[in-house]
């Protein structure tokens, strides 16, 4: 009579290639490899695990995600997150953020209906007044941002991690590794000196790594990033994406408009009247031109 082999639940906790380390609920972390050729698998994925030698493990199944936190572009995609529900968009005024990623960053976690907190890290520089100013409008469409100086304090972000999987984004040199280790002094994030010549940050993430902050908290650290791909996300969804455009989804004369330059648009006629920001909106027409771009090139 054969004996079933025993399967052993665990979540991913780091990615290396086709190389994950999975800790199992015992608390044991095995270096696995998934079965089959290719692996599509996250940082936070739950998975069930054969041994197959001490400290090591093939990785036979992956439970169903609730989230997936991933960007892509014209050639390929990169996960980043699985099963998190709160995404931190960790930004600063030194060096310098990109707006832009900040609305691409936010549309992605709208796209897989995730939690965004807006964090300004190193509040302590004369220049993040400035900062906080530009991202007034965020605190109008009912995003919350944080200030935070993570190399005094970092109890006001600790409070906001507890009892979720949290996932920080965003460009080197924003201290996101600050913030990890200020949070968990044990993980050792390297922290990256910042290049003012290139007003841009040297990546020192090179791997997302999941941390566990408590039994009900756990935080996923994501490597730098100077752009975010917003590939998988179709036209039809990007409307509902943008939290101020979805009061006017289907309120414009034609039910298929985009908001581009169609007439009797409640969109338009919303920014017009002060009502949407205009730079949300060139955002927003420039996601689907690019969408529709794509769809051209496929036929």
């Given at each position: 009579?054969?004996?079933?082999?025993?399967?052993?639940?665990?979540?991913?906790i780091?990615?290396?290639?086709?190389?994950?380390?999975?800790?199992?609920?015992?608390?044991?972390?095995?270096?696995?490899?998934?079965?089959?050729?290719?692996?599509?698998?996250?940082?936070?994925?739950?998975?069930?695990?054969?041994?197959?030698?001490?400290?090591?493990?093939a990785?036979?199944?992956?439970?169903?995600?609730?989230t997936?936190l991933?960007?892509?572009?014209?050639?390929?995609?990169?996960?980043?997150?699985?099963n998190?529900?709160?995404?931190?968009?960790?930004?600063?005024?030194?060096?310098?953020?990109?707006?832009?990623?900040?609305?691409?960053?936010?549309?992605?976690?709208?796209?897989?209906?995730?939690g965004?907190?807006?964090?300004?890290?190193?509040?302590?520089?004369?220049?993040?007044?400035?900062?906080?100013?530009?991202?007034?409008?965020?605190?109008?469409?009912?995003y919350?941002?944080?200030?935070?100086?993570?190399?005094?304090?970092?109890?006001?972000l600790?409070?906001?991690?507890?009892?979720r999987?949290?996932?920080?984004?965003?460009?080197?040199?924003?201290?996101k590794?600050?913030?990890?280790?200020?949070?968990?002094?044990?993980?050792?994030a390297?922290?990256?000196?910042?290049?003012?010549?290139?007003?841009?940050?040297?990546?020192?993430?090179?791997h997302?790594?999941?941390?566990?902050?408590?039994?009900?908290?756990?935080?996923?650290?994501?490597?730098?990033?100077?752009?975010f791909?917003?590939?998988?996300?179709?036209i039809?969804?990007?409307?509902?994406?943008?939290?101020?455009?979805?009061?006017?989804?289907?309120?414009?004369?034609?039910?298929?408009?985009r908001?581009?330059?169609?007439?009797?648009?409640?969109?338009?006629?919303?920014?017009?009247?002060?009502?949407?920001?205009?730079?949300?909106?060139?955002?927003?027409?420039?996601?689907?031109?690019?969408?529709?771009?794509?769809?051209?090139?496929?036929?």
């Amino acid at each position: 009579m054969s004996v079933e082999p025993t399967l052993h639940a665990g979540q991913v906790i780091a990615v290396h290639g086709r190389q994950y380390l999975v800790e199992l609920r015992e608390g044991e972390v095995l270096s696995c490899f998934p079965r089959g050729k290719r692996s599509e698998l996250a940082c936070g994925d739950r998975v069930a695990v054969l041994r197959t030698a001490p400290g090591q493990g093939a990785i036979e199944a992956t439970d169903p995600r609730r989230t997936l936190l991933y960007r892509s572009d014209l050639h390929r995609q990169k996960l980043i997150a699985a099963n998190a529900d709160q995404m931190i968009v960790v930004l600063a005024a030194a060096p310098s953020f990109y707006e832009e990623l900040l609305d691409r960053c936010l549309v992605a976690a709208e796209q897989q209906g995730i939690g965004a907190l807006i964090v300004l890290n190193k509040f302590d520089l004369e220049a993040s007044v400035v900062a906080l100013q530009r991202l007034q409008r965020y605190t109008a469409l009912g995003y919350d941002v944080l200030p935070l100086a993570a190399r005094e304090n970092v109890d006001p972000l600790r409070a906001r991690l507890a009892g979720r999987t949290s996932v920080l984004v965003g460009q080197s040199g924003m201290g996101k590794s600050t913030i990890v280790n200020a949070l968990l002094p044990a993980a050792r994030a390297a922290i990256g000196d910042i290049s003012l010549a290139l007003d841009s940050g040297r990546h020192t993430t090179t791997h997302a790594r999941l941390y566990r902050l408590d039994e009900a908290s756990a935080l996923i650290d994501s490597p730098g990033m100077q752009e975010f791909g917003l590939h998988h996300v179709g036209i039809e969804d990007l409307q509902h994406c943008f939290v101020e455009i979805r009061p006017w989804i289907g309120r414009c004369r034609f039910n298929d408009c985009r908001h581009l330059s169609e007439p009797d648009c409640a969109v338009q006629a919303a920014q017009v009247r002060g009502e949407i920001d205009a730079h949300r909106l060139e955002v927003y027409r420039k996601l689907v031109l690019e969408a529709q771009r794509r769809a051209q090139r496929r036929y």
